[in-house]
């Protein structure tokens, strides 16, 4: 469903509002929309020249920017809002590579007749590589371990199921 154009300019409205109260003055706000793992999205994309603030390391500033902003737009308006926050299409490069990284994987796995154990990723990252391995009928996805340390496993179909052989990337 496409986002209503009035919940759009809230959207923009806030954003600007939060990021100016942020200190940041010197910034462009576009507006696409995409499909994404949950379906169509409505992304938000901050370009600046200051980004390494904004996106913080392994993205995390930009996380909770966005969970911020989804909590501020809750109390704005009754619709439930569809909306993601990118700053200067880092996200979108990520997913590619994400894409890339877990195809490839894929393939070693498939290769190698061993699983393939990834470093510990975030719940969205996780899903993204689900969601990309899952028409592939060579190979299964897994996410294991706890917390901070949860990590996907690519494991070729029919493989011996054994921890000790997989390789760790």
């Known amino acids: 469903m496409i986002m209503k154009p009035e919940n759009i300019e809230t959207l923009k409205n806030l954003i600007d509002e ?3 109260k942020m200190t940041f003055s010197d910034f ?3 507006v696409r929309e995409e499909a994404g793992p949950d379906g169509e999205n409505v992304v938000f ?3 600046t020249k200051e980004s390494d603030l904004l996106i913080g390391q392994y993205g995390m500033n930009l996380r909770s920017l966005q969970h911020i902003l989804r909590a501020m737009a809750r ?3 009754d619709d439930k809002l569809r909306f993601s926050v990118d700053v ?3 996200r979108r490069q990520k997913i590619g590579l994400l894409t890339e990284l877990a195809r490839s994987l894929a393939r070693q796995a498939i290769v190698d007749k061993r699983p393939v154990v990834l470093r510990p990723m975030g719940a969205y990252e996780r899903r993204i590589v689900h969601m990309e391995l899952s028409g592939n009928d060579q190979v299964k996805t897994e996410s294991i371990g706890e917390g901070e340390e949860r990590r996907v496993v690519i494991k070729p179909v029919g493989s011996i199921e054994q921890n ?6």
Do not use: F, H, M, P
């Not at 000790?164 to 990337?169: F, G, I, P, Q, T």
């Open 18 to 20: 939060t990021l100016r």
């Open 28 to 30: 462009s706000l576009g």
């Open 45 to 47: 994309n901050i370009g």
């Open 75 to 77: 109390k704005k308006t």
């Open 88 to 90: 200067n299409d880092y």
């Open 164 to 169: 000790d052989s997989a390789v760790e990337l």
